[in-house]
Nanobody, 123 residues
Framework: QVQLVESGGGSVHAGGSLRLSCATSTPTFGRYSIGWFRQPPGKERGFVAAISRSGRSTVYQDSVEGRFTISRDNAGNTVYLQMNSLQPEDTAVYYC????????????????WGQGTQVTVSS
């Protein structure tokens, strides 16, 4: 079992930045690809970004590409989502998930999920 804990959420003004972390104490964390998904208020959960288990491939939802960067530190068992130029439309609960596959990371079927962290961006 992989236990995931998100952190780094908070409230910022439009144009600000946040860095989310997805951490685990599980030593096999590096065997999993990690994805970030978000659920805005009143909307369905959607894909944001993902990084393959090798770390050599990343994929982004169109609306965040160029603003968000996903990276991983396997030695520290942590995956990061650096979010710059935040806008009110980015307001959502952000979840990280782990999946034991290398590809099709936009597919929301993941093996494990964290409990989420709130990101609020004011105009």
């Amino acid at each position: 079992q992989v236990q995931l804990v998100e952190s780094g959420g908070g409230s910022v003004h439009a144009g600000g930045s946040l860095r989310l972390s997805c951490a685990t104490s599980t030593p096999t964390f590096g065997r999993y690809s990690i994805g970030w998904f978000r659920q805005p208020p009143g909307k369905e959960r959607g894909f944001v970004a993902a990084i393959s288990r090798s770390g050599r491939s990343t994929v982004y939802q169109d609306s965040v590409e160029g603003r968000f960067t996903i990276s991983r530190d396997n030695a520290g068992n942590t995956v990061y989502l650096q979010m710059n130029s935040l806008q009110p439309e980015d307001t959502a609960v952000y979840y990280c998930g782990a999946v034991n596959r290398e590809y099709e990371l936009q597919n929301p079927v993941y093996d494990y999920w964290g409990q989420g962290t709130q990101v609020t961006v004011s105009s």
